[in-house]
T-cell receptor, first 112, second 115 residues
Framework: SQTIHQWPATLVQPVGSPLSLECTVE??????LYWYRQAAGRGLQLLFY??????ISSEVPQNLSASRPQDRQFILSSKKLLLSDSGFYLC???????????FGPGTRLTVL | KNEVEQSPQNLTAQEGEFITINCSYS?????LHWLQQHPGGGIVSLFM???GKKKHGRLIATINIQEKHSSLHITASHPRDSAVYIC?????????????????FGKGTHLIIQP
């Protein structure tokens, strides 16, 4: 079974500071990886997905970027955080014959 | 554009009651997921359905592809079932806009089971 690790679990950052959230996956190889965000009072929204190393696609224009330097590592970054970047960030993977989705524990980001 | 609508948004019930949460969507899907989110934020996948019905313990999920509708049922509800239940779909490739099987989510149903 897969395990997805995310860190940190919570983060408070000032406006204009950089961001780096890391996600690593165990128990599988060559997964599709996803970053989702849940803003306050809203549903989860797909931000980025990756089908392989170095392959990143963005679903919505935003202040964030993503990278996949290794098969089981997915990083979400920003050079300068905005207040609107606050939210709950979730990393997920999809693998296997049955297209099963696995979720990380999430990172709650507050930008002040 | 696909919309995933859930009802009710909020539900408070007494322990032991039979709970139903509904989900409808507007375009073709390859799978529908029911997820559970606890107050800390972590999400657990409960079911993935493409047809019919699945049961796990006190949880039952059904889907009607023709009607584009799914339901999640909880029998003999318990306070530990209190959580946000989220319906999400994997769009068929013609609708996915290249999203590589990323999920489209409903806004969730906040369920509180009182003892």
């Amino acid at each position: 079974s897969q395990t997805i690790h995310q860190w940190p679990a919570t983060l408070v950052q000032p406006v204009g500071s950089p961001l780096s959230l890391e996600c690593t996956v165990e128990g599988t190889s060559n997964p599709n990886l996803y970053w989702y965000r849940q803003a306050a009072g809203r549903g989860l929204q797909l931000l980025f997905y990756s089908v392989g190393i170095g392959q990143i696609s963005s679903e919505v224009p935003q202040n964030l970027s993503a990278s996949r330097p290794q098969d089981r590592q997915f990083i979400l970054s920003s050079k300068k955080l905005l207040l609107s970047d606050s939210g709950f960030y979730l990393c997920a993977s999809l693998t296997g014959t049955y297209n099963e989705q696995f979720f990380g524990p999430g990172t709650r980001l507050t930008v002040l | 554009k696909n919309e995933v609508e859930q009802s009710p948004q909020n539900l408070t019930a007494q322990e032991g009651e039979f709970i139903t949460i509904n989900c409808s969507y507007s375009v073709g899907i390859s799978a529908l997921h029911w997820l559970q989110q606890h107050p800390g934020g972590g999400i657990v996948s409960l079911f993935m359905l493409s047809s019919g019905k699945k049961k796990h313990g006190r949880l039952i999920a059904t889907i009607n592809i023709q009607e584009k509708h799914s339901s999640l049922h909880i029998t003999a509800s318990h306070p530990r079932d209190s959580a946000v239940y989220i319906c999400a779909v994997t769009l068929q490739s013609m609708y996915s806009g290249g999203g590589a099987d990323g999920l489209t989510f409903g806004k969730g149903t906040h369920l509180i089971i009182q003892p």
